[in-house]
T-cell receptor
C-alpha cells in the first residue's frame, strides 16, 4: 500500500536553515502537504504543492518536489525557537483520494 | 472566519462504552475528514464525508462510524470501546472533497480505561 517515510528527529541551531525530508511511494499523488503540530494542538497546514510543480516558496518556507525520486523536502530559512514542533509530510493519492501521513519529524532548535 | 471546532476536547470512558465526537467545519466547507492519532501508529485516516455521504473510508473496524448533517457538521461514533481506542481524534475540513487545502481542528483526546 501507499507509504510516507520521514526521519523522526532533526536538531538545528537557531538562525540556521532546517531541511526536513520525506519520501512517498504513490506515484499517482496529486497533492503533497506539510503540516506543523505543536504540543497539545491540532495540525496546522503550512503549505502544499501540486504534483506537477517542482518548487513552491512561501516566505521562510521552500518546498521542493522530485517526482521522479518521489522525494519531498521542506526548508525553513532562519529557523527560530517558535519553529520547534513536529512536522508531518502527507500525500493525497489520485486513485482513492485518501491523505496518507508520515510519522512526523520532531524539529528541535538548539540555542 | 472561525476555524474547525471539535467537542469535547477531552473525554474519559471505560471499556465497553460508546462515545460520540463532534466536529464543526469552517463555514462554507462541505468536506469533513476524521483521523486517529496515536504515538505508535501516527495519523491514520478514518473516513471522509462530503454532502452527507461517506466518500472514503480507512481500515478501521465497523465499531467506528460517522455521519454528516445537512449543515456539514459531522459526528463520529465509536462503540464497544477498547483500550487501544485511546487516541487524539482529529477532524479536518475542506471546501470540497479532493481539494488541496485541508484544515484541522484541535482534536478530541479520548482516554479509555
Amino acid at each position: 500500500g501507499e507509504d510516507v517515510e520521514q526521519s523522526l528527529f532533526l536538531s538545528v541551531r537557531e538562525g540556521d536553515s532546517s531541511v526536513i525530508n520525506c519520501t512517498y511511494t504513490d506515484s499517482s499523488s496529486t497533492y503533497l502537504y506539510w503540516y506543523k503540530q505543536e504540543p497539545g494542538a491540532g495540525l496546522q497546514l503550512l503549505t502544499y504543492i501540486f504534483s506537477n510543480m517542482d518548487m513552491k516558496q512561501d516566505q521562510r518556507l521552500t518546498v521542493l518536489l522530485n517526482k521522479k525520486d518521489k522525494h519531498l523536502s521542506l526548508r525553513i530559512a532562519d529557523t527560530q525557537t517558535g519553529d520547534s514542533a513536529i512536522y508531518f509530510c502527507a500525500e493525497r493519492g489520485n486513485r482513492d483520494d485518501k491523505i496518507i501521513f508520515g510519522k512526523g519529524t520532531r524539529l528541535h532548535i538548539l540555542p | 472566519k472561525a476555524g474547525v471546532t471539535q467537542t469535547p476536547r477531552y473525554l474519559i470512558k471505560t471499556r465497553g462504552q460508546q462515545v460520540t465526537l463532534s466536529c464543526s467545519p469552517i463555514s462554507g466547507h462541505r468536506s469533513v475528514s476524521w483521523y486517529q492519532q496515536t504515538p505508535g501508529q501516527g495519523l491514520q485516516f478514518l473516513f471522509e464525508y462530503f454532502s452527507e455521504t461517506q466518500r472514503n473510508k480507512g481500515n478501521f473496524p465497523g465499531r467506528f462510524s460517522g455521519r454528516q448533517f445537512s449543515n456539514s457538521r459531522s459526528e463520529m461514533n465509536v462503540s464497544t470501546l477498547e483500550l487501544g481506542d485511546s487516541a487524539l481524534y482529529l477532524c479536518a475540513s475542506s471546501l470540497a472533497s479532493g481539494l488541496g487545502e485541508q484544515y484541522f481542528g484541535p482534536g478530541t483526546r479520548l482516554t479509555v480505561t
